[in-house]
Structures are given as structure tokens and as C-alpha cells.
């Protein structure tokens, strides 16, 4: 048959001939499928998990593709180190973690791991770039964590991070975190550096006193804090703090809770003016090393740090309103001022004449009372003197007391006459601000104006 249609026809013939041949090999092959296709995906699934350097302590992995996360991993008893670059792993499992016998440092990266067992054996964790949202511990373990590093996740709750004693770096910067209790890492004893960057945290609380006293390092850059309170703070060793790109106008307690800082970043925030120049005063005398600064000022800038005045204006009416306010206050201030000088004056050196007076007639006494009775004036003299001691250090006392009263008043008019800087530049600021928006309304209606010229003339043209 097939010789028939070789000659009638010959590709037919090849076609009919390869399908034979095909439909054979399938034949044969039928009842060994089962059996092999599973020892073949054993193997692939081995090889897909074959350290490059057998003989090496750190074993690294390339890739995992295991949607199924029923990942196999190679013989690890002689290594302590393993890394997978990349892949697709989900969940990291306890039973993934029950495989890594003495690995004590754990390197993933890009695995798109969502959800994260964290061994207890582990003392160095980097699993940094993936899609971590959930993290499980195992329940009344000691962990040996020391580092863990977990930025660029998905992370919105810190529960269950207490257990981790031992830490002494821990990295959550880039993750989806809104709220921060710090009160969660007092159990973190050795913890050094603790970087909470570019979150979306916009509160941070404290409520009860909290001691992290090996701490040395803190990031809180590039969220949306708008309150911070350092009151109950007790990070005595804290050298560099990090703040900058906030929402921030000062800090409670920032110069009394933290006696060993070195470093502070405070650029891009909103700090009221008021705060800002006292704090970079203390900054100066307790060497403090600001080591940010802002480009450009929406607001004031007495150093390289922006600030704005203590009022939110609404409108320039409630700006100059505020303006003439602290003006009054000023004025009135002015006099009092001068009038307690001249009553200080006035007041001390009429106590001094009085003073001047009693000696006078001290030793006016006492020379009579020697010409009239040699040696009797001794006890004159005692009393005398007494009376004239107990003068002076009433006298002393009112003084001391003036002088208080005298440089706080001086204080609070140095106060007024910040403020009222501050705010006359703050207006000025926002006229300048108001002026570049009017240019620019300007720019666009004169662009506006020439583009409807333009359509009119040529529907002139098109008309005639």
C-alpha cells in the first residue's frame, strides 16, 4: 500500500511513514512514563538546588523556582552560610528551615517571599527585596539572632519582633510601617543601630519609659512624623539620629534625654523658628555636628536648616494681624523694661546710701567713745557692725533677687524680638511666594491671550 502511494504520491507517503514511526515510540514507551517522569523531577528538582562550590562553607544557590514551595535543598551539615539569589518561594516554611542545619547566616534574595518562618538558630538574616508582609516565630524559642535585615518589604505590624533579645542591627527601612511603638525593642538589650527610613510612620510612641542603652544609631528619615516626643527616651549612648524629610516642627525633650549625641539630621521638615534657633544654640555649646542642610527655604533660615513661624496664616489678613500683635507686645514690653531698669537703679542706690550712711555714723560713734572711754567701744563696735552686716545681706538678697526678675524680663523681650523677626521675614517669605504664583498666572494668561489671537485672526483669514 505504502509502495502505491509512493508512486502516486511521495511527500503523502513520508507523511504517513513518520506518523507511523511516532505512534510507535509512544507505544513503547507507554508503560514506563509513570516511573520515569518521576525520577526525572526529582533530579531537576536536586539540580535546581546544587550549591556552585561543594567544598566551600557558604553555599550559594541561583535560583529556586518552586511556586509549590516544596523546595528539597542539598546537604548542608559542613556549611554555615547559605545565599539564594533568586527565584519564586512565597512562604519560607519551618520545614524549608528545619533543612539548614548548621547554617547560621541566611542570605535570600528576590524570591518574592511573602510570608517568612524565622529559624531560631540563625544569627545573621538578610532578606532584603522581597514581598514580606507576615513574619511567624517559633513559639518559646531563644532566638540567636544578631542581624536582621529586612528592608524593600511589605512589613505593616512589628508583633512578635520582642523575642528577638539578641539583636544588636536590625534594618526595617522601606517597608509599609504607619505606627512605631518603641517601647516593642526594649526587650533588645544589645540592640546598636535601628533604621526605621522611608516608612510611612506617622506616629512614634513611647509610653513608658524605655531603656536602650547600647543603642548608637537611629534612622527615622523619610516618613510623615509630625509629633515626636523624647521624654521618656533613655538612650544614653545614642550618637547619630537621623530625622530628616518629616513633617516636623520641634522635638520634646530632644536636649535632655540624649547626653551622648554627636550627629543630627534635621533637613526637610517644618520646624518652628522658635525651637530651631534655641536648639542649634545648645547644638553649638554641646558640639552637635548637624550634618544635613536645606537647599532651598520655603520658610525662614537662620542656619542651613529651614524653619517657619510658630502660626499657620490662612491669609495675609491673619498674617499681619499676628504682625501687629507681636509689635504691641513689643512696645508695650520696651517701656516696662526700661522703667524696671531705672527702679532698679533708682532702688539699689538708695540702699547703698543708707548703707554709706550707717558706717559714717559708725565710725563717728566709735571715735567719740574712744576719746570719752579708752577701750569701751569694742562691744559698740560688735553690735554696730551686726546691725550693719544684717543690712548688707538684706540688701545682698534684694539685689540677687532684682537681678532674676531683671534678666527675664530682658529674656522675654529678647523672646518678642525673635519672634517678631521671625515673622516679619515669614510675611516677607510669603509675599515673595504669592508674587512668583501671580508671575506665573501672568505668564499662562498671556500665553492663553496669544493662543486665542491667533485662532481669531485665522478665522478672519478663513472667513474672507
Known amino acids: 500500500l505504502l509502495g502505491e502511494l509512493y508512486c502516486e504520491d511521495r511527500f503523502l507517503a513520508m507523511k ?66 547559605l545565599q539564594i539569589k533568586s527565584g519564586n518561594v512565597s512562604v519560607i516554611t519551618e520545614a524549608f528551615c528545619s533543612q539548614l542545619d548548621s547554617i547560621v547566616k541566611l542570605q535570600l534574595g528576590a524570591l518574592k517571599v511573602e510570608k517568612l518562618f524565622l529559624s531560631p538558630r540563625l ?41 528577638l533579645v539578641n539583636l544588636v542591627e536590625l534594618r526595617l527601612d522601606s517597608n509599609l510601617l504607619e505606627t512605631v511603638d518603641m517601647s516593642l525593642f526594649q526587650s533588645m538589650t544589645k540592640l546598636k543601630r535601628l533604621n526605621l527610613g522611608n516608612n510611612k510612620i506617622a506616629t512614634v510612641l513611647t509610653p513608658t519609659s524605655t531603656q536602650l542603652l547600647e543603642l548608637e544609631y537611629l534612622k527615622l528619615a523619610g516618613n510623615s512624623i509630625n509629633r515626636l516626643d523624647a521624654h521618656n527616651w533613655d538612650f544614653e549612648s545614642l550618637t547619630e539620629l537621623d530625622l530628616s524629610s518629616n513633617n516636623l516642627v520641634h522635638v520634646e525633650s530632644l536636649k535632655e534625654r540624649l547626653p551622648s549625641l554627636q550627629q543630627i539630621s534635621l533637613a526637610k521638615n517644618g520646624w518652628h523658628c522658635a525651637w530651631l534657633d534655641d536648639v542649634l544654640k545648645y547644638f553649638n555649646t554641646a558640639y552637635v555636628t548637624v550634618k544635613d542642610s536645606d537647599k532651598e527655604c520655603e520658610g525662614l533660615s537662620p542656619s542651613n536648616i529651614c524653619c517657619v513661624a510658630e502660626f499657620e496664616a490662612n491669609s495675609y ?20 523694661l526700661e522703667q524696671k531698669i531705672r527702679e532698679f537703679e533708682t532702688g539699689q542706690s538708695r540702699k547703698i546710701s543708707e548703707v554709706k550712711v550707717m558706717l559714717e555714723s559708725l565710725l563717728t560713734t566709735q571715735a567719740n567713745y574712744a576719746l570719752l572711754a579708752p577701750g569701751g567701744d569694742e562691744q559698740l ?46 510675611l516677607r517669605n510669603a509675599l515673595d511666594r504669592e508674587t512668583k504664583k501671580v508671575a506665573e498666572l501672568q505668564a499662562q494668561f498671556n500665553l492663553l491671550k496669544d493662543h486665542v489671537r491667533s485662532k481669531l485672526e485665522k478665522l478672519s483669514r478663513l472667513s474672507n
Open 16 to 81: 504517513i511513514c513518520l506518523c507511523l514511526v511516532f505512534a510507535a515510540v509512544i507505544l513503547l514507551c507507554h508503560g514506563q512514563v509513570d516511573d520515569s517522569t518521576e525520577i526525572s523531577l526529582v533530579k531537576v528538582t536536586e539540580l535546581a538546588v546544587k550549591c556552585l562550590r561543594g567544598e566551600s562553607k557558604k553555599c550559594v544557590i541561583p535560583s529556586i523556582e518552586d511556586p509549590l514551595q516544596n523546595v528539597v535543598l542539598p546537604d548542608l551539615k559542613d556549611k554555615t552560610a
Open 123 to 163: 544569627e545573621e538574616v538578610d532578606v532584603g527585596g522581597n514581598h514580606i508582609s507576615t513574619v511567624l516565630f517559633k513559639e518559646g524559642a531563644e532566638y540567636s539572632t544578631e542581624i536582621l535585615d529586612m528592608k524593600n518589604n511589605r512589613l505593616t505590624s512589628l508583633a512578635g519582633l520582642e523575642v
Open 317 to 336: 489678613e491673619e498674617s499681619f494681624t499676628k504682625l501687629d500683635a507681636l509689635e504691641k507686645t513689643q512696645k508695650k514690653l520696651q517701656p516696662d
Open 381 to 426: 563696735n560688735k553690735g554696730q557692725f551686726s546691725a550693719i552686716k544684717e543690712k548688707v545681706a538684706i540688701i545682698k538678697a534684694t539685689l540677687e533677687e532684682e537681678q532674676k526678675r531683671f534678666q527675664q524680663q530682658k529674656d522675654d523681650n529678647a523672646k518678642i524680638q525673635r519672634k517678631l523677626g521671625f515673622t516679619i521675614v515669614e
